[in-house]
């Protein structure tokens, strides 16, 4: 027993690159295991579909339009232009301008989306890592994070409250790294 705790305390201080693989393949795996890669051509559904319409139709709309960034349109156009209000559309911004270049598909916006929430849960892992230097606590307190059924249902879905949290993890983890480093 006592060579199988040495041999994962060895493993445990690992290089970054092992600790960033190691992140990636359980990431990828705990995506799967939530069907997120099957279900990435979706249209939106379900609860709050208006609100995931909405974000779909601005995405388009930068597309179709070439809007400018800080002008987001919806397709509703019952009253007015449908000029819309809300959050900074710079990622449906982006994702417009990624439909322009290979084309519309659901399964652009749901990969965007995707790709913000591992580039917060891989910044949430760094942030346990600097916390408990264990690359061991750091998985397991990660894999926990992403357990959530609130979190995993909406993960990929048109909203954009998953990428606000992701978002969140990526500020706690630069605020931690400047009050390690500037101080």
């Given amino acids: 027993m006592n060579q199988f705790l040495d041999k994962i305390f060895e493993w445990d201080k690992g ?54 960034l800080l002008e987001p349109q919806l397709h509703q156009l019952f009253e007015g232009s449908g000029k819309a209000v809300g959050e900074f559309p710079v990622f449906y911004y982006l994702i417009g301008k990624t439909y322009q270049a290979f084309g519309f598909s659901n399964e652009i916006f749901r990969w965007w989306w995707w790709g913000l929430l591992a580039l917060g849960f891989y910044l949430l892992f760094q942030w346990f890592y600097i916390k408990t230097k264990s690359t061991t606590v750091s998985v397991l307190l990660n894999i926990f994070c992403f357990t959530p059924p609130i979190l995993v249902y909406y993960g990929i879905e048109f909203l954009p409250d998953t990428v606000a949290l992701a978002l969140s993890f990526g500020g706690l983890y630069f605020y931690e790294k400047w009050r390690k480093y500037s101080f």
């Fill in 15 to 68: 290089t970054r690159f092992i600790r960033d693989l190691l992140f990636l393949l359980l990431f990828i795996w705990q995506s799967a295991s939530y069907g997120y890669f099957e279900n990435m051509d979706r249209f939106p559904e379900g609860t709050h579909m208006w609100r995931k319409c909405d974000g779909a139709s601005m995405a388009q709309n930068y597309a179709q339009k070439e809007l400018p």
